[in-house]
């Protein structure tokens, strides 16, 4: 009942497991670390075996000899065998270490950054640096992280130069705020307010001397160009040679060539409106992160020997004792040490209704206190608490763009080269073949020139996707990425786990009897007392159930000897004597029970309760049975689910009896009896004519989470769980399902409106300017008007309602 994190096969059960085609479940389950940054210890993580009716327990990594000293590996150290000869322990692991392939990872904050397409820039410019082995900016955060193969002192000062050089400010993470974050308008706007001025100047001086007119004019396209002509210069020396200001630059310097000083002023003023409104468009989308990360104190108070002194959360090490007043917000995940107190989530967790925290209950970081003084405990490491963690998925979010994504970008790689040939041939075809006048054509290539830039296009689907990520996380809903975001709308059925997932997963037991007093077992007082022995010190619901029962009857509970785990059947020990074995009552075999005491189970599975067996020296001695209920909003779920067209079924290693009872009751189809193996066949089999999402809270789902087409994890369930899925529920509300598959399709109708936006104003204006019939203002006016309307099309989604 008990089963081994570090010996047992997940697939099969057996401690001894050398069967090749077992390993891709056991690697499935084994708990990984993903953070490259801080060294990162990974407490032993209880197996949840909820659904098969038994106990199981993870054994402490000491006990096989590996990490004796309670941290864990770096995942790239990590074997089949758990160990690494050794080696895996034996040596404090550094930041700088803690990567694969690589000397040493950096982050930095980066300022300056107004959209997707500026990051793409900068990590271009960053990638080009000696000594890089890779750069990857995570635009809703504003971080850069870069890993180097060479020493840092030698690296960091020419990635340093490169961001500069590049137009970007890096700010050390260690350094509170925000780069750039305290802006005045004049180093804002002051550029965009001073061409609108000489705009303004000019048409009044024209109307009175034409020659002073045009010289304002002039002076004000000049006055814009030159910051964007030294940008593209530092952005073609960085290898980014096809960005906009390229394109604004050479159109520019052609509309002075031809003398129409108005049009190059106007698309100067353009322009920097249409970034304005690109920044204006990121910040809105990063308003939802930047909440989140403002949720954390930059102040503590510590406790240190009975003396209260203020301290930077930074300095807060796991262990430290924190006092927390009303009003203030914890600064890292804590367990309160004195008394009660009511805690506001709302921020973390969408729950308007603070929480009643009990003495040792656990609160996470950014949580608001409500009505008293209390004190807490640190549990976290620095920069690992709740509110980090969900932060550094939203970082990883950024790697994993959706397919159509993907797409938009291959694109607009070939598109813009291609396009400036095209113009370039529009320019040069008609006066060298038809004798058509130079300055017309060239005017007209350069109105074309300014169409194809493909700004609207490149933001089209990242705007979307950061405003429905945004707006997920908001809900309480995170999901890992682009990809994930788009496969999520494409669902057709979700597939449940049972325990945790849609129950409560807090079973009591309900029943507990013996089947003869001439037996082995002379009372079920006695019975309760030997099952509670084998179940002393487990973690799984189903023991804690027994414990609190025994000790709700005051019965005194020694500790088993000789406990052993057979995976999926049952936990065995010696307690007072005899020898006892707790078995599901489905592994029982045929003959091992009277046809009364079968109907018994039955009777009891028939009301949805689970079942095991107590063996004692050999002979079924007694049974005990538990209940679980059903989550509040567990129906109500399923229906909303059945009302947008997605199917449930829930997959459970419980008995089919007692399976059928819960399923019926929610109105869904089951599948029963399954082992952790089991679920990941179920899921292949739905998977070969649907896309099924799995939603599941235990290290027993995680290969079924990763075999299905998506992965969702109740934010309450283990870290193995939390890893594995592609998106978490981090208020643990199965409600929010329907509205997060909502908002997914909402999503992916807004990019293709925004796709459509983009290309279709594109192709309307290329006709009318190689007809003649629009300018290069209008080219401008064309381009920008795409970017702002793909941009407020895309915030639409921060107030999404379903």
């Not at 952005?235 to 630059?249: D, K, N, P, Q």
């Not at 520019?252 to 000083?261: K, Q, R, T, V």
């Not at 006016?781 to 407020?792: E, I, P």
Request: with cysteine.
């Amino acid at each position: 009942m008990h089963q081994h994190l570090h010996h047992a096969c997940h697939h099969c059960g057996s401690e001894h497991c050398q069967n090749p085609s077992h390993r891709a479940v056991n690697a499935a389950v084994k708990p990984k670390i993903t953070r490259k940054l801080s060294v990162t210890s990974v407490a032993p993580v209880p197996v949840d075996g909820s659904d098969d009716g038994l106990s199981e327990e993870a054994d402490d990594p000491a006990r096989d000899g590996c990490c004796s000293t309670g941290a864990s590996k770096p995942s790239h150290l990590l074997t089949d065998s758990g160990c690494n000869q050794g080696s895996c322990c034996s040596s404090v692991v550094t930041p700088e270490e803690e990567i694969t392939g690589a000397a040493a990872a950096l982050q930095w904050k980066v300022g300056g950054m107004d959209c997707p397409s500026c990051a793409a820039k900068l990590e271009k410019a960053i990638i080009t640096v000696e000594g890089v082995s890779s750069a990857r900016v995570a635009f809703a955060t504003e971080k850069l992280f870069v890993e180097i193969d060479k020493p840092k002192d030698k690296v960091e000062p020419q990635i340093l130069a490169a961001a500069k050089k590049a137009g970007f400010d890096l700010v050390s993470t260690a350094v509170s705020g925000s780069p750039g974050s305290k802006v005045s308008f004049w180093q804002k706007d002051g550029l965009l307010a001073a061409l609108v001025a000489l705009m303004v100047l000019g048409g009044v001086i024209r109307q009175f001397d034409q020659g002073l007119g045009q010289l304002a004019f002039a002076m004000s396209a000049v006055l814009g160009l030159a910051p964007v002509a030294l940008k593209a210069i530092r952005l073609v020396r960085s290898g980014t040679y096809f960005g906009i200001e390229t394109l604004m630059t050479v159109a520019a310097f052609g509309a002075l060539y031809l003398g129409e000083y108005i049009e190059a002023a106007m698309v100067m003023v353009l322009f920097l409106i249409g970034e304005r409104l690109e920044a204006y468009a990121a910040s809105r989308a990063r308003a939802g992160v930047e909440a989140l990360m403002a949720l954390v104190p930059e102040k503590a108070v510590r406790i240190v020997n009975g003396v209260r002194e203020t301290v930077d959360v930074s300095a807060l090490q796991q262990g430290d004792i924190i006092e927390v007043s009303p009003g203030q917000r914890l600064p890292a995940d804590g367990e309160i040490t004195s008394g009660e107190a009511n805690f506001d989530q709302s921020a973390m967790t969408g729950e308007s209704i603070p929480v009643a925290f009990p003495l040792g209950g656990k609160v996470m970081a950014g949580s608001l206190a409500v009505d008293s003084v209390v004190q807490l405990k640190i549990t976290s490491r620095s920069g690992e608490n709740a509110i980090d963690r969900i932060l550094h998925l939203i970082e990883q979010a950024d790697e994993k763009k959706a397919p159509f994504e993907r797409f938009i970008d291959r694109f607009s790689r070939w598109y813009t080269p291609a396009m400036m040939v095209v113009a370039i041939m529009v320019v040069i075809t008609p006066p060298l073949l038809f004798a058509q006048p130079w300055d017309v054509w060239l005017y007209r290539g350069l109105a074309m020139l300014l169409i194809a830039c493909p700004c609207a296009l490149v933001i089209s689907v990242p705007a979307s996707i950061t405003s429905g990520l945004a707006t997920a996380a908001r809900r309480g809903a995170l999901i890992k990425g682009g990809a994930a975001l788009e496969q999520l709308s494409h669902i057709d059925v979700i597939a449940f786990d049972k325990t945790g997932t849609l129950t409560e997963g807090k079973p009591k037991l309900t029943d507990f009897m013996v089947w003869s007093t001439e037996g082995p077992v002379q009372s079920a007082e006695e019975l309760l007392k030997l099952a509670a022995s084998v179940e002393h010190g487990s973690h799984h619901p189903l023991a804690k159930a027994v414990l609190e029962a025994a000790e709700t009857r005051a019965i005194l509970v020694p500790v088993a000897e000789q406990r052993e785990t057979q995976a999926g059947i049952g936990l065995s020990g010696v307690a007072d004597g005899k020898k006892v074995v707790i078995v599901a009552a489905m592994r029982m075999g045929e003959n091992s029970l009277t046809g009364q005491q079968q109907q018994q189970i039955e009777f009891l599975e028939g009301q949805g309760k689970t079942v095991a067996v107590v063996v004692v020296d050999g002979l079924a001695a007694g049974i005990l049975a538990w209940q679980d209920t059903l989550r509040e909003d567990a129906v109500r779920t399923v229906g909303k689910l059945r009302a947008i067209g997605v199917n449930s079924v829930m997959l459970t290693g419980d008995n089919p009896t007692a399976a059928a009872a819960i399923a019926s009751e929610l109105g869904m189809d089951f599948r029963a009896g399954l082992m952790p193996a089991d679920k990941v066949s179920a899921v292949e089999l739905l998977n070969q004519n649907t896309r099924v999402a799995m939603v599941g809270d235990g290290i027993n789902d995680a290969p079924a989470m990763r075999t299905a087409s998506m992965g969702i994890a109740m934010g309450g369930g283990t870290d193995v769980a939390l890893e594995t899925a592609d998106a978490a529920l981090t208020h643990n509300r199965l409600e929010e399902l329907p509205g997060m598959i909502k908002l997914a399709r909402a999503t992916t109708v807004n990019i293709r409106q925004n796709v459509t936006l983009a290309l279709g104003l594109k192709g309307v204006f290329l006709v009318t300017s190689l007809l003649g019939i629009t300018g290069l203002w209008v080219a401008v006016l064309a381009d920008s008007g795409a970017t702002a309307l793909v941009t407020l099309n895309a915030l639409r989604l921060l107030r999404y309602r379903d």
